[in-house]
């Protein structure tokens, strides 16, 4: 079954909670206003359910996961804000058509443990945080209560880059965000993992967006520095969005074809060619590998 693990479509429910707000992130239309960024437009055709359904059939993906995206920061909002977003998420996307499922979303602020475990009991593939949550120094002692429902639950964690904040300035090309401060969080919440999170939750099966902005890559920097190579960590996964085949075959030199999984990021990032790996390798990111991160769930889809 063709996977891809990292799209973003809002549905009506939680388009319309983001345009009852009064201040950001909200909507005023079409246009996105985040906190210290510059305002995005948002296209209406890449947040209709049916066109995109059309696209994914096209495309030959069965099973498309789809996040509200960690970047608008909702999940550090007022716990009471947040929970309202949330709530609106997930109504909006469960309801969604085939090929889509969930990724949960919670605050963060007073994380809520129950609120996760009835949104995967309802259907949420697993719950996406922001990378510089996890990258705190206090970040996987803030996410353990949700970390541990996830893991008692068999339900998989995905990394995504949170807000760029004031790094968005709007002197900033409009690349700036996805290519610096995106990309330092992945690549921080990767080693903040690395360094105890595999050690704290020895079965939780963790996907990091666009390759863990190639924090894999560094890892002979990091036993240059005094680190100790580990084992190749089967139960952490990295998917490629954004991402081609010279910067998916580096990564795979490190951490193995095994790990690596199918991501878009569709509709902000424009797909990238299908990695020129062969077709056992496409298959095995594509299909095999994405399955096994998911396999509470790919168990469910009829194949």
Request: some cysteine.
């Given at each position: 079954m063709p996977v891809d693990l990292h799209q973003?479509?809002?549905?009506e429910a939680f388009l319309t909670a983001l345009r009852e707000r009064r201040s950001?992130?909200?909507?005023?239309?079409?246009?996105?206003?985040?906190?210290?960024?510059?305002?995005?437009?948002?296209?209406?055709?890449h947040h209709d359910p049916f066109a995109r359904a059309a696209r994914a059939a096209a495309a030959g993906e069965e099973l498309v996961c789809v996040a509200p995206s960690a970047a608008l920061g909702l999940d550090r909002l007022p716990p009471a804000q947040a929970e309202e977003l949330a709530g609106a998420w997930l109504e909006g996307a469960l309801a969604l058509p085939p090929p889509f499922r969930a990724w949960a979303m919670v605050g963060i602020q007073e994380p809520d443990p129950a609120a996760l475990r009835a949104a995967l009991e309802r259907g949420a593939v697993g719950l996406e945080v922001a990378a510089d949550v996890?990258?705190?120094?206090?970040?996987?002692?803030?996410?353990?209560?949700?970390?541990?429902?996830?893991?008692?639950?068999?339900?998989?964690?995905?990394v995504h880059p949170g807000p760029a904040g004031g790094h968005d300035a709007p002197n900033r090309?409009?690349?700036?965000?996805?290519?610096?401060?995106?990309?330092?969080?992945?690549?921080?919440?990767?080693?903040?993992?690395?360094?105890?999170?595999?050690?704290?939750?020895?079965?939780?099966?963790?996907?990091?967006?666009?390759?863990?902005?190639?924090?894999?890559?560094?890892?002979?920097r990091q036993r240059a520095r005094g680190g100790e190579r580990a084992a190749i960590d089967p139960l952490t996964f990295?998917?490629?969005?954004?991402?081609?085949?010279?910067?998916?075959d580096a990564v795979i030199?490190?951490?193995?074809?095994?790990?690596?999984?199918?991501?878009?990021?569709?509709?902000?990032?424009?797909?990238?060619?299908?990695?020129?790996?062969?077709?056992?390798?496409?298959?095995?990111?594509?299909?095999?590998?994405?399955?096994?991160?998911?396999?509470r769930i790919t168990e469910e889809v009829p194949a």
């Open positions: 973003h479509l809002w549905p950001g992130p909200r909507l005023d239309g079409w246009d996105l206003h985040l906190p210290g960024e510059r305002t995005h437009a948002i296209d209406p055709a996890l990258a705190a120094p206090d970040g996987l002692e803030r996410l353990a209560p949700l970390l541990d429902v996830l893991e008692a639950a068999g339900a998989p964690l995905l090309p409009d690349w700036w965000a996805p290519v610096v401060p995106y990309v330092a969080q992945l690549h921080a919440a990767w080693w903040a993992w690395a360094a105890g999170g595999r050690d704290r939750f020895p079965e939780l099966r963790v996907c990091f967006a666009a390759l863990a902005g190639l924090g894999p890559l560094h890892g002979e990295v998917e490629t969005s954004s991402y081609g085949t010279q910067a998916v030199r490190v951490l193995g074809i095994d790990v690596v999984c199918h991501g878009s990021d569709h509709p902000y990032c424009a797909p990238s060619p299908a990695a020129a790996l062969g077709d056992a390798a496409l298959h095995a990111i594509r299909t095999t590998n994405p399955g096994r991160l998911l396999a």
